[in-house]
């Protein structure tokens, strides 16, 4: 029995084989950090952007970059297709033209068969939306929006710079174009319950959302939030209190939403803590063998969650 609905699944039921995404660089910025809104940046965030933000400091190229990711991917998982993946700040934060070169530059590459685009819900407009959408007839289109949590208090204590009825917007504008929605949410933000944390699994069920990545905060050295943790004022989850809010969150997600991820990728030189949250593969046996142990599963409480007549197993 499949416990919740995974991405790799999800892409071999499409495409019959193993599909790889590809981080990239696009060379971008973000509101919260160049004045517009903020100069400092959310918590958490480390100035470099998550996951790939040293590539476009090597002077790598979008083909070189996509060439280097695919290359790898197909030595190391077999993959001959790939997702080229702009995920470092805000990939819809540039003038229409800039992306559209952007994208363009990345889908021309041999074995591309899906885009998905990482950025922020106030960094969306229609038109943008509408350029995503006209690669949709050659391409699988992904849409990944920050929310990381439906608590306003807690979007302004961590200086998000938008609130949650921004990311409602943003999705539901995206839905009106067909575009596929992957929220991104984390678990353990400062201040925030159990009961919080569950309350946004409650928001993202009642908005058009049909992926979702969830992971651990971690803290990353020379953050704001390093200094919280320096101060005592802040501490990390236990991988045991992680896996089990992990496992309550699935069961309150619809079934059809694909998870796209239930771990993070943190920098692994520059982390500061909780060092546990570098064993992305025993993580994930943890919440694989906490579903079992519960015998439970994705969405099994939605129904009931939602206000309804219990949950289902498909």
Sequence with gaps: MKRYRDFNSYLKEIFGERVQKIPLDAGLTCPNRDGTLSRGGCLYCDGRGSGTGALIHQGLSIHEQMTRGSEFAAKRYGAKKFIAYFQSFSNTYAPLDTLKDLYDRALIHPGVVGLSVGTRPDCVQPEIL??????????????ELGLQSSHDATLLRINRGHDAACF?????????YDLNVCAHVILGLPGETRTMMIETARHLSSVPVKGLKVHALYVVQGTALEAMCEKGLYRCLTREDYVELVVDFLERIPPHVVIQRLTGDPPELELHAPQWVK??????????????????????EYRTFMGGHGGSAS
């Excluded at 509408?130 to 849409?143: E, H, I, M, N």
């Excluded at 409602?168 to 009106?176: I, S």
């Excluded at 593969?281 to 439970?296: A, H, S, V, Y």
Aim: net charge positive; aromatic share 8%; glycine share 6%.
């Design 168 to 176: 409602d917007r943003a999705a539901a504008m995206a839905d009106a």
């Design 130 to 143: 509408s350029l995503l959408g006209s690669y949709q007839k050659r391409f699988l289109v992904w849409l």
């Design 279 to 300: 064993d992305k593969g025993m993580n994930l046996q943890c919440i694989r063998k906490r579903l079992e142990e519960r015998d439970t599963w994705q969405g099994k």
